[in-house]
């Protein structure tokens, strides 16, 4: 998930100050149950240590919103601006991204005093900031809600290394999230299913309206057609996924693309990446068996592509999807409410759960142009080499997503709450 500034504030019924300090809480409350140890562990380059979410995404409004808009504000540390800055070259050098958990200084209640000393400068500045600043507000919001997501699965991730297989905290959700009986099957491999929605044919819109915030990535809004096509109303979950694994889905290699199959052969891949043996996966609950009902979660690009292959169908273009997903609510659905051991569940509807793999690679849309300054660097630069997911995870603080939202990934990536809708061909 990459950041860029498009100059409009989102519509909310609370005030932008209200939302900027609930966000800022939100990930307090994330952060509390993790000791300075579990704080500093970086799993693998791509992903962050869970101190470094916290300390950047107050380093984005120390940076862009106190120390540009505020005059006489005197930063935290002088030093945390070399540390905490992430992609911004325009910022100047930083810390090297795979050696973010070498960082055993500045200790986790260091950084959680770094977050209060902004906390109070933003709650100071707020009434008298100009415009320009308060747009940046708006965006820094947005910002710390996709490093929220990110401080989940990288936790989970870093507990994943660990044998002794630690419980992020002892915060379960509701009995709701507890496993069902009895799995809905249907998809499987003729891509059956009683629940599929015929698509919009002909000439639709996409993109993000002009009336509320967005990435700029999801700009223009504009045209494109859609051919005949049809949409599975559930996502493909992990009874359906056992059968693809039992079939030999994973030693076939005409399901695959090359690079998939490349990858599947050198890295051994086998399962998606936290199932265990025993019919177990590894959750921030701890050990779990594995629900047959819930979405399968944690699946890169590659394996949706061969499960959709496998069972006779394909995966939806990202302008299907949005279409799909037009009318629906996006608050809706399992996503994050607070610091909690989330993990997808069965039943939920269109947003919620798992971010969707489409077959669409992460291009500019037609007119797309990057916003001035540092905090246009994020989302332009990066469109190569990913994909475009959809909808919204457990994860995903309520409220932060949308139809028109384009998350991307490298088509390996598979440490986010991934998983898949089928679609195919009318």
């Not at 030093?79 to 960082?103: I, Q």
């Not at 959680?112 to 400068?121: M, N």
């Not at 223009?220 to 359906?240: D, Q, S």
């Not at 001035?372 to 469109?383: C, I, L, P, S, T």
Request: net charge negative; charged share 25%; glycine share 8%.
């Amino acid at each position: 998930m990459k950041l860029a500034l498009d100059h409009r504030p989102a519509n909310s019924g609370s005030s932008l100050g209200e939302r900027l300090f609930a966000t800022r809480q939100l990930s307090r409350d994330l952060g509390a149950p993790l000791t300075d140890a579990d704080s500093t562990i970086q799993p693998f380059p791509d992903a962050s240590p869970a101190k470094w979410h916290l300390a950047h995404t107050t380093w984005f409004f120390e940076t862009f919103v106190l120390r540009d808009h505020v005059p006489g504000y005197r930063p935290f540390d002088e030093r945390f601006a070399y540390l905490f800055n992430s992609y911004y070259e325009t910022e100047g050098v930083r810390h090297a991204r795979p050696k973010r958990g070498m960082l055993s200084r500045p200790a986790l209640d260091e950084v959680r005093e770094y977050r209060s000393h902004v906390d109070e400068a933003l709650s100071t500045a707020l009434p008298s900031l100009p415009s320009a600043a308060l747009e940046l507000v708006e965006l820094g919001i947005h910002h710390e809600q996709q490093h929220q997501e990110l401080f989940l699965t990288d936790i989970l991730a870093t507990f994943a290394e660990n044998p002794l297989e630690p419980i992020y905290c002892h915060c379960e959700e509701p009995k709701a999230t507890q496993q069902s009986s009895r799995p809905d099957t249907g998809l499987l491999r003729s891509a059956r299913n009683d629940g599929w929605a015929s698509g919009v044919e002909g000439i639709v819109e996409i993109g993000a309206p002009a009336d509320s915030f967005a990435f700029d990535a999801e700009r223009p809004r504009h045209r494109t057609f859609l051919g005949p096509h049809a949409i599975a109303g559930r996502r493909v979950i992990n009874a359906e996924w056992r059968e693809f694994i039992a079939d030999g889905g994973y030693r076939t290699p005409t399901l695959w693309l090359s690079d998939g199959w490349a990858w599947v052969q050198r890295e051994n891949i086998a399962a998606p990446l936290y199932w265990r043996e025993e019919e177990t996966e590894f959750t921030l609950a701890g050990r779990r068996s594995i629900d047959r009902a819930a979405p399968v979660a944690h699946v890169s690009h590659y394996e949706a592509d061969a499960f959709a292959r496998w069972a006779g169908a394909r995966l939806p273009t990202e302008a299907e999807w949005e279409s799909f997903a037009s009318s629906a609510d996006p608050s809706a659905g399992h996503q994050l409410d607070e610091a909690a051991a989330v993990m997808p569940r069965p039943g939920g509807g269109i947003f919620g759960d798992v971010w969707e793999w489409t077959q669409s690679a992460f291009t500019p849309y037609p007119g797309f142009a990057t916003a001035e300054g540092a905090v246009g660097e994020y989302n332009g630069k990066f469109m190569s080499g990913q994909m475009v997911l959809k909808g919204a995870s457990c994860a995903t603080p309520r409220g932060h997503s949308r139809a028109s939202y384009r998350n991307f990934f490298p088509p390996h990536a598979r440490w986010q709450f991934t998983g898949l809708r089928l679609a195919r061909d009318a």
